[in-house]
């Protein structure tokens, strides 16, 4: 059995963050993950830190996208059916709340944390040794149609608002900043703040081994043997047992599951 301060469930990159900020404040921390640290949804992304991303993603509502989305023949999209079902409930909400103003205060939310990410990212990446994984290139959006260009104008509305620096290219813009396209008849908005990463969990393994090095305690093990206790939390693993007053979910998209079980409700698809 082992005391310690706080224990972070789940080594994503939300997780070894967290437990990488609470030990920098001199907390003893147990992070806890029934795989290797950044395996899941922080290994399968594009790797991109957006300065921009002030509006939730279209989904497009023309008959011949959502036919092609039907028939599982969209890059944009592939689903399974019995999770479509259980997640009626959820498109509702994000239908609710996809008009103007659910998108203004969407936008107000999200443009502080915005502004933080790629701070954020250059402060982890300088102590844990992982800014050979970065690169400061910017973001180049290209689009193959001017439809598609005007149904983004709301982006750099807000882009305009918060003060985000971008610059919107013709086609032999686009050519020249990425030589690679045969661009004459696209459209491009380049994102000059906004970085990307070339391997998203060799940014996490770098962050946890910082971690690990400072003194963090890494233990794998099931965040459903989490028991609430009067006087915190407790947690079974097969390595150790341990207890905290305090505890972090940050299980990416199973968060909701656990947090369900423990009574706290929050809508995560
Ligand atoms: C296709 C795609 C592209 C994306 N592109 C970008 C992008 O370009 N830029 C960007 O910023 N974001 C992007 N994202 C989003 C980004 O990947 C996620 O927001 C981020 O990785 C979430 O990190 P996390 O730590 O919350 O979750 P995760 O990385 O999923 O971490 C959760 C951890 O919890 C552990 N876990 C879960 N359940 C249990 C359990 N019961 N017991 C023990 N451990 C458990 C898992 O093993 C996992 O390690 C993209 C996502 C996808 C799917």
Known sequence: MQQVDVIV??????????????????????LIDRRHPGEETSHGNAGLIARNGFCPA????????????????S???HYDLGAVFRMIPWFRRFAQHSGAQGIQRYARTMA????????????LSAVSNGERFYRKSGWLQVYRSEASFRADERERHYARIFGVDYRELSGGDVNTVE????????????????ESVTNPS???????????????LYFSGEASAL??????????????????KQAVVAL???????????????PLA
Not at 202 to 214: K, M
């Open 252 to 266: 990416g998209p199973w968060s909701a599951d656990l947090a369900s079980g423990l009574g706290d409700r929050f």
């Open 112 to 123: 502080p944390l915005r502004a933080l990410a790629v701070k954020e990212h250059r402060a």
């Open 9 to 30: 469930l789940g080594a994503g990159i939300v997780g070894v963050s967290t437990a990488v900020h609470l030990r920098q404040r001199g907390l003893q921390v147990a």
């Open 179 to 194: 030589p690679g396209l045969k661009a004459d008849t696209l459209l491009g908005v380049f994102w000059p703040e906004s």
């Open 202 to 216: 060799g940014v996490v393994e770098a962050l946890w081994r910082y971690f690990i090095q400072e003194g963090g």
């Open 227 to 244: 028991e609430q206790r009067r006087s915190g939390w407790r947690i079974s693993t097969p390595r150790k047992e341990l207890t905290a």
């Open 58 to 73: 279209r989904f497009s509502n023309r008959a011949a996208d959502l036919a092609d989305i039907a028939i599982k023949q």
């Open 75 to 77: 890059t944009a999209v």
